[in-house]
């Protein structure tokens, strides 16, 4: 595969070109082939244009999947504006925080997610916010409750002219020009405003492409959020290379997936590790038949070889490839072939990009590793982001002079040049001058009966400095046994990595996309050191 400088309004006209009279997308019973969805985009942009919305102007995003999700944000990249991609989880008050920061002159909002009603919310928000917002623009579904169609625009939006118009604004954009804002997850710290470009995104998602193996003939099901990096370039922009046909859904709910794979005999499907085990333990998950789904991606966090082999075993027509990287990275860095074994897929995070520059090296400098030796993942080349929005020193601090982009992740790669994921590096445990990484541990205790989910993180101690606590999930009706479970871990790891204290959880803080929130962990487990301390048990 060879790197194109496109932007992504072109990419969207070759792909009309090819696959005009096909389905691009679906919603309930709304179907949009691909030449509608270049032709609503296109009124779409003219209506911006007509609001003084242009090239540089950043317009947020903020709504759950949809039919009209994808026809804003297309238009908006077709004129050159900026798409602020904003969490569906989002409070009233950390919207604002964002809107704010990412200096957002226009928003498009849905409906609202789960208990969230955004139209309230936008109600207080213009209070607060006065004239810093422009228009705060409804995009949900009509009074029919149908998605958007040629009957919302006016003639003087469709007429040809007003497309000529059009034409000339998109002359104005260039594959190098930032395409999107999205937002590091934030678990740790505040979010940041991550610039990709049309190129880095694009090639992200052509690179995905040549290792998965779609087809047009395909029908993706996108429960990925959009707002996320792995929405837009492995479930839309694939899309737009490839010409399949994505089915939306607004967000993941384990029977709508479900109901949705065996209706519209959905042959694809990406998403996190967290996903894909809550629809196969759900009580339901016997009564659909999946058998449709070929191919998909793993990612967005770590997931153990345990806990892979039970996905695959309880959907064996589905070959999910692992994959890893980050926002900063567009997102993906390394990802599974076709040909890998299911002991490959299991184990490791896939083979490095083509054009992916990738290195390990021992942290805080360019020094490489050995080959199988942990280090810092670094990366350098086309996906790496542009920066962090108005962040300067934070962008110099993960971008280094020699353009090498610090991940702040630890791993290694083999003999065999698969990339082997093993934790973050804020994540990394010293318990008395050795480096201790979690994910070996997790690894360890994951092969204990019963466990459903564990995070093994570091607790501070005096002398030693951190001691290692380990949390699980146990599965369903299942029973831990702490003090087998302990011993286990004495005949498997070394003496400093088996863990000081072991607590029971039902269920883990997490963020939107499911990914565990350290520092909320972390305070509950310092509340049940204290109480053990107290208590004696």
């Known amino acids: 595969m060879e790197l194109i400088r496109k932007t992504i309004g072109e990419c969207l006209k070759e792909c009309v070109g090819k696959n005009g009279n096909n389905p691009a997308m679906g919603s309930g019973e709304q179907v949009y082939t691909w030449e509608m969805l270049e032709r609503l985009t296109g009124y779409m942009a003219v209506?911006?244009?007509?609001?003084?919305?242009?090239?540089?102007?950043?317009?947020?995003?903020?709504?759950?999947?949809?039919?009209?999700?994808?026809?804003?944000?297309?238009?908006?990249?077709?004129?050159?504006?900026?798409?602020v991609l904003v969490n569906t989880c989002c409070s009233r008050q950390e919207l604002e925080q964002v809107l704010r920061y990412a200096d957002v002159h226009d928003v498009y909002y849905g409906e609202g997610y789960k208990d969230l009603d955004y139209k309230l919310m936008v109600q207080e928000l213009k209070?607060?916010?006065?004239?810093?917002?422009?228009?705060?623009?409804?995009?949900?579904?009509?009074?029919?409750?149908q998605w958007m169609t040629e009957e919302e625009?006016?003639?003087?939006?469709?007429?040809?002219?007003?497309?000529?118009?059009?034409?000339?604004?998109?002359?104005?954009?260039?594959a190098q020009d930032t395409a999107t804002?999205?937002?590091?997850?934030?678990?740790?710290?505040?979010?940041?405003?991550?610039?990709?470009?049309?190129?880095?995104?694009?090639?992200?998602?052509l690179e995905t492409c040549a290792h998965m193996k779609w087809n047009r003939e395909d029908i993706m099901l996108v429960t990925v959020p959009l707002f996320h990096c792995f929405g837009i370039t492995s479930c839309l922009l694939s899309g737009i290379h490839i010409g399949y046909k994505m089915e939306l859904i607004p967000y993941f709910k384990s029977q709508k997936v479900m109901e949705s794979i065996e209706n519209h005999q959905c042959t694809l499907l990406n998403g996190v590790p967290s996903m894909f085990l809550a629809m196969i333990r759900h009580a339901a998950f016997g009564e659909y038949n999946l058998s449709s789904l070929r191919r998909g991606i793993i990612a967005g966090s770590a997931i153990g070889a345990r806990e892979y082999m039970e996905i695959r075993a309880a959907i064996p027509s589905l070959v999910l490839h692992p994959s890893y990287g980050q926002t900063e990275t567009s997102p993906c860095v390394s990802i599974g072939d076709v040909e890998d074994t299911i002991e490959e897929q299991a184990t490791t995070a896939g083979r490095?990009?083509?054009?992916?520059?990738?290195?390990?090296?021992?942290?805080?400098?360019?020094?490489?590793?050995?080959c199988g030796e942990t280090g810092e993942i670094c990366v350098r080349g086309y996906n790496v982001m542009q920066g962090y929005y108005q962040m300067q020193k934070e962008?110099?601090?993960?971008?280094?002079?020699?353009?090498?982009?610090?991940?702040?992740?630890?791993?290694?790669?083999?003999?065999?040049e698969f990339l082997h994921v093993t934790g973050r590096i804020k994540?990394?445990?010293?318990?008395?001058?050795?480096?201790?990484?979690?994910?070996?541990?997790?690894?360890?205790?994951?092969?204990?009966?019963g466990i459903r989910q564990v995070k093994v993180i570091g607790m501070p101690v005096d002398v030693l400095q951190e001691m290692v606590v380990a949390c699980v999930i146990a599965?369903?009706?299942?029973?831990?046994?702490q003090e087998e479970l302990l011993a286990g871990l004495r005949d498997v790891l070394a003496y400093y990595k088996v863990p000081s204290y072991l607590f029971e959880f039902e269920t883990f803080p997490a963020t939107a996309s499911g990914k565990i929130r350290l520092e909320a962990l972390r305070q509950m487990v310092m509340e049940r050191i204290k109480s053990v301390r107290l208590t004696g048990r």
């Open 47 to 83: 209506r911006m244009l007509s609001e003084s919305i242009r090239k540089g102007t950043h317009v947020a995003i903020w709504s759950t999947n949809s039919p009209n999700w994808v026809i804003v944000f297309l238009a908006l990249v077709r004129i050159g504006a900026i798409p």
């Open 127 to 145: 209070e607060s916010m006065g004239d810093q917002v422009r228009n705060w623009i409804y995009i949900g579904t009509d009074s029919r409750e």
């Open 153 to 174: 625009f006016q003639e003087n939006e469709k007429e040809q002219n007003a497309l000529v118009w059009l034409a000339g604004y998109e002359k104005l954009v260039y």
């Open 181 to 205: 804002m999205l937002f590091t997850s934030g678990t740790t710290s505040r979010p940041k405003g991550v610039m990709l470009s049309h190129y880095s995104l694009l090639n992200s998602a």
């Open 352 to 370: 490095i990009l083509k054009h992916c520059e990738t290195a390990v090296f021992h942290q805080g400098s360019h020094k490489p590793v050995a």
């Open 395 to 416: 962008t110099e601090a993960v971008i280094d002079q020699e353009g090498w982009l610090h991940t702040g992740d630890l791993g290694f790669i083999d003999q065999n």
């Open 427 to 449: 994540e990394m445990i010293i318990r008395g001058g050795e480096n201790i990484y979690p994910g070996e541990i997790e690894e360890a205790i994951s092969r204990y009966p």
């Open 475 to 481: 599965d369903q009706g299942e029973t831990i046994c």
